[in-house]
């Protein structure tokens, strides 16, 4: 069932950041939205997490008509570039507070929490703070974090984007066996043309608003369907 964009488009003032795009995600697939900034690629998937609304069209997620309904309705995961733990929690903590607001039983959130730590990789690390840990680690944090109270959908926004570049590629290689353990429908927003090719089932090209071309990482590469897409996949350096 997966997610349904149905010609949505988003303005701000006279600028038109998301222009009658249609879209499918398939169940359990991960997509990347990959195109230049500014492009409309966090705006769509703003869309797609109810945080806008639309100007026009619908949005369907996992069969639903979600067009008119709440964040918290929609069962998200989010994760943004600019990881945000809560400080003063542990890791622990931090990957428990979705499950903590629920009012879950105890033992079926401590359950939760280390089934997420092995998850992540990061089972050593329960008690430590965020500021003990390195980038990286926080961003699988935030991961498992949202993943806590599964989602049916995860969205991350540029989520190693701020991350250097020897981290950034194995995050990739990270997300990519997580992925395939968990199988969440996934939309993942980057302007890294190797990241998406690395990541992704299917690769979404957007472009001021539009989507170019959506195919898998070897279709887009061996044909790019316009101009656009040729020169912004360009050769791999
Ligand atoms: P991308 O994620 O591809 O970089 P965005 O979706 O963030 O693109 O933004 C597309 C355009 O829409 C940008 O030029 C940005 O200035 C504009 N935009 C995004 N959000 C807002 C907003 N809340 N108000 C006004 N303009 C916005
Ligand atoms: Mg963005």
Redesign the pocket.
Known sequence: MGIVVENVSKQ??S?Q?VDRVNLEVKSGTLVALL?P????????LRLIAGLEKPDSGRIWITGKDATHTSVQERQIGFVFQHYALFKHMTVRQNIAFGLEIRKLPKSQIEARVQELLELIQLNSLGNRYPSQLSGGQRQRVALARALAVQPQVLLLDEPFGALDAKVRKDLRAWLRRLHDEVHVTTVF?THDQEEAMEVADEIVI?NKGKIEQVGTPAEIYDNPATPFVMSFIGPVN
């Open positions: 701000f003032g600028f950041a195109g900034s500014g492009s409309g690629k966090s705006t769509l927003v957007t």
